[in-house]
């Protein structure tokens, strides 16, 4: 079948959100009027907490990401390119100096919180960004949210913060967990298999990307062949019993989530085991991303993915980003890095439109809202109605190209926003 080929389902599922909704509009959607939104319990008589919001002096950043455990390769990812980004404009947006404070959340949502707070009432920073892990993004929501304090999300893809819970001060630039599993669920049906095991860590996460992929893969007629799998997080153990369970299933294909040094545990080991070339492996694309393909080998080859960036997509920002990034670090490119030149992008654009002015929440929001530039991924630009960026879905195949195994563009999905609401997964 041509997998170019575009069906009535997935176009069902493809939302284009028109532009231009006001922040008043997305307020009442959110089931938020600013007025009434109760006062969190660390309001001051003077306004919100923190002194950070100003005219001048430096623009404090603070960054809350993983430095440690499965993800730590992604928070510096992360890290690296937004450092490079700002380095390449100087250091400076709307007139301020940069200066970042680094947090290590260590993926548990307890301290996720915690350096937040430190973060926001010691160091006072204007604003804070980051966040890899969905679970602790979900426990920082309420406190951004109550004291109106701005998170601008650069990975974690809980659905929840751009539905039930979303949030005027919370944008995200990354994805949500549904948006590059949902159109991979019916391309998986229609280009690869009917049957499907299902497998992926038991957190946030994890129920989220599966929950979007199954919706629309069994929306077509596709078959789950056993109860989804959900390992132990963030550390999975041995992956031997759950390989195990997976042969023993005898499925046509495995959709997976992993990602970091987990995606690298499940892949090896599929590969051990003879799956590999044996049960196709179709997965959200984190699972093989460029971060851990050197290490997973070829184990990955021929693994399909689902996701908003590729390394070798040909447009002259991600051939100017990629060249960059591979100069300042020796490595290529991944996604996370992608996600944080973009994070910092949105930054620099927004503040240079309030000439550095952050002591106007309102203000700084409207000019977040209307941030849109060519990133390497393609045009970026939010939904205004959440927050939430909108993405171009690729389907990604890992080839050995010259000697190294890439993810290679095999089809493009078009562009997805988050539905919004669960209806879809
Ligand atoms: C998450 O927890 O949301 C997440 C972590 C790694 C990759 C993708 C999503």
Not at 20 to 34: E, N, P, Q
Not at 185 to 201: D, I, L, Q, R
Request: include cysteine; proline fraction near 5%.
């Amino acid at each position: 079948m041509d997998p170019r080929t575009t069906t009535s389902k997935r176009e069902e599922g493809r939302r284009t959100t028109p532009r231009g909704v006001s922040r008043r509009t997305f307020i009442k959607s959110a089931g938020i009027l600013a007025g009434t939104v109760a006062a969190g319990p660390l309001l001051s008589a003077c306004g919100a907490i923190g002194g950070g919001g100003g005219t001048s002096g430096p623009l404090k950043i603070g960054l809350l990401l993983p430095y440690s455990d499965i993800y730590a390769v992604l928070g510096e990812s992360i890290t690296d390119a937004m450092k490079m980004y700002f380095e390449g404009i100087g250091n400076e947006v709307g007139g301020r100096t940069i200066e970042i404070i680094a947090e290590d959340t260590q993926l548990k949502p307890d301290i996720g919180l915690e350096k937040a707070r430190k973060l926001v009432e010691q160091d006072e920073v204007d604003l804070v960004a980051g966040v890899v892990s969905s679970g602790v993004a979900v426990g920082l929501r309420d406190y951004f949210h109550e004291n109106k304090k701005l998170l601008i999300i650069a990975n974690a893809g809980a659905n929840v913060l751009t539905r039930a819970k979303k949030s005027p001060y919370i944008f995200r630039t990354s994805f949500s967990n549904w948006q590059p599993n949902w159109p991979l669920g019916g391309w998986a049906y229609e280009n690869v298999a009917k049957k499907v095991f299902v497998s992926a860590p038991d957190y946030g996460a994890g129920h989220d990307m599966v929950s979007g992929f199954l919706n629309s893969f069994q929306a077509m007629g596709g078959e789950i062949v056993a109860e989804p799998q959900f390992t132990p997080f963030p550390q999975m153990g041995d992956p031997a019993p759950f390989i195990t369970e997976i042969q023993q299933a005898k499925p046509d294909m495995v959709y997976c989530f992993y990602s970091g040094g987990a995606a690298v545990t499940f892949v090896k080991a599929y590969g051990e085991f003879g799956l590999t070339g044996d049960i196709p492996l179709v997965c959200a694309g984190f699972t093989v991303e460029e971060d851990v393909l050197p290490s997973e080998g070829d184990a990955a080859l021929g693994a399909k993915s689902g996701l908003h960036w590729a390394l070798q997509l040909d447009n002259p920002t991600n051939n100017a980003f990629t060249a960059a990034y591979k100069d300042k670090t020796g490595k290529d490119a991944n996604v996370f890095a992608m996600q944080g030149y973009d994070t910092a992008r949105v930054i620099a654009e927004s503040l240079n439109a309030v000439e550095g002015n952050t002591s106007d929440v309102d203000q700084l929001i409207g000019a977040i809202e209307a941030v849109e530039f060519p990133s390497p991924r393609g045009t970026f630009k939010f939904d205004p109605a959440t927050h939430n960026v909108i993405n171009n879905v690729y389907v990604r195949d890992v080839q050995n190209v010259d000697g190294e195994l890439h993810n290679v563009v095999i089809d493009d999905l078009g562009e997805f926003a988050d539905p919004g609401d669960d209806s879809k997964g």
